[in-house]
């Protein structure tokens, strides 16, 4: 069984930084593809970051473009988000997903596996 459990949530001041980790247990599928989601209560769970081979590489929603880097160490089998200048607006609980992605990488749906999340406060 995969279970995923993120890590380095906090509170910070806008224009910070933090770096989320995400740590992989259990056997995950070589081609697999990765994410960080995020949500707000009251609204749907938004994709921010995306890792997957079969897609071309790195992929990020336009509003974290040049600020969010989403990377993994595979022998570590953990996947990061490192975000910088953060905003008010990316306030949300932060989760990190894996799955097969049989039918795209943006979407919560096509991903199986989730860890528990990790909140993120940034204050203005």
């Known amino acids: 069984q995969v279970q995923l459990k993120e890590s380095g949530g906090g509170s910070v001041q806008s224009g910070g930084s933090l770096n989320l980790s995400c740590t992989v247990s259990g056997y995950l599928a070589s081609g697999s593809c990765m994410g960080w989601f995020r949500q707000v209560p009251g609204k749907e769970r938004e994709g921010v970051a995306f890792i997957w081979a079969r897609a071309g590489g790195l992929h990020y929603t336009d509003s974290v473009k040049g600020r969010f880097t989403i990377s993994q160490d595979n022998a570590k089998k953990s996947l990061y988000l490192q975000m910088n200048n953060l905003k008010p607006e990316d306030t949300a609980m932060y989760y990190c997903?894996?799955?097969?992605?049989?039918?795209?990488?943006?979407?919560?749906?096509?991903?199986?596996?989730w860890g528990q999340g990790t909140q993120v406060t940034v204050s203005s």
């Open positions: 997903a894996a799955g097969g992605c049989a039918f795209g990488y943006t979407q919560a749906s096509n991903y199986a596996y």
